[in-house]
T-cell receptor, first 113, second 114 residues
C-alpha cells in the first residue's frame, strides 16, 4: 500500500510570510500532484510533477519533486489571505494502479491579514 | 465546459437508513471515481470505473456500499445501512485518458449520519 504523509497538518501564519509544506513517502510515484481545496468544494489541481528533481513555479507557489520521486514540497512566498485552504498532495502509482491517486491527509493553511 | 455534477449537496440521515448519491461526469470522460473524505483527511478512493466496468473497488466496504455506472455515464453510490462512521464528504471525479491523468472533482455530497 502506497502512503503519503504531509506535514505540517496545520499552518497558521500572517500575511506576507513564507511557508513550505512537505509530502513524503517510502514508495516511488510515477507522478505527483498538488491540489487545493476550499470549504464546500472539491479539490482543484494546481500542478503535476513527473520528473525526479523537477521544479515548477505557479506565481508565488513553487513545487519540487524529489530526485527519487518519493517526496515533494510546496513553497509559498509572501502568503496572502486568498491562499487559505486545504492543500493536498496526491501520487500516481503507475503500472496496474494507473490513474489511481493516493492522497496525503492534507495541510490546512490559514493566512491572517 | 460543464464540470462534474453531484447531488444532493447535503444529506442528513439516521444510522441504519439508506442513502444514495448521484454523479454526472464531464462529457466524454470515460473514467469515473468515487472518493470518501472524512473531516481532516485526504480523499480515499472507494471505486474506479472505466466506462461501465469496475477497475478498482478494493477499498469499497462491499457489505454496505454499492456503486453502479450504467451506460458508462452517470453513476450512483449507495450506502445501506449507514453507520455513524460513514459521515463524510463523498466526492466524484472524472478523467479522460488523454488529459495527462488530470482528475476533475465535483463539489461533493456532505453526509451526516446521526
Amino acid at each position: 500500500t502506497q502512503l503519503l504523509e504531509q506535514s505540517p497538518q496545520f499552518l497558521s501564519i500572517q500575511e506576507g510570510e513564507n511557508l513550505t509544506v512537505y509530502c513524503n513517502s517510502s514508495s516511488v510515484f510515477s507522478s505527483l500532484q498538488w491540489y487545493r481545496q476550499e470549504p464546500g468544494e472539491g479539490p482543484v489541481l494546481l500542478v503535476t510533477v513527473v520528473t525526479g528533481g523537477e521544479v515548477k513555479k505557479l506565481k508565488r507557489l513553487t513545487f519540487q519533486f524529489g530526485d527519487a520521486r518519493k517526496d515533494s514540497s510546496l513553497h509559498i512566498t509572501a502568503a496572502q489571505p486568498g491562499d487559505t485552504g486545504l492543500y493536498l498532495c496526491a501520487g500516481h502509482g503507475g503500472g496496474t494502479s494507473y490513474g489511481k491517486l493516493t492522497f496525503g491527509q492534507g495541510t490546512i493553511l490559514t493566512v491572517h491579514p | 465546459e460543464a464540470g462534474v455534477a453531484q447531488s444532493p449537496r447535503y444529506k442528513i440521515i439516521e444510522k441504519r437508513q439508506s442513502v444514495a448519491f448521484w454523479c454526472n461526469p464531464i462529457s466524454g470522460h470515460a473514467t469515473l471515481y468515487w472518493y470518501q473524505q472524512i473531516l481532516g483527511q485526504g480523499p480515499k478512493l472507494l471505486i474506479q470505473f472505466q466506462n461501465n466496468g469496475v477497475v478498482d473497488d478494493s477499498q469499497l466496504p462491499k457489505d454496505r456500499f454499492s456503486a453502479e455506472r450504467l451506460k458508462g455515464v452517470d453513476s450512483t453510490l449507495k450506502i445501506q445501512p449507514a453507520k455513524l462512521e460513514d459521515s463524510a464528504v463523498y466526492l466524484c471525479a472524472s478523467s479522460s485518458p488523454g488529459a495527462g491523468k488530470i482528475q476533475y472533482f465535483g463539489a461533493g455530497t456532505r453526509l451526516s449520519v446521526l
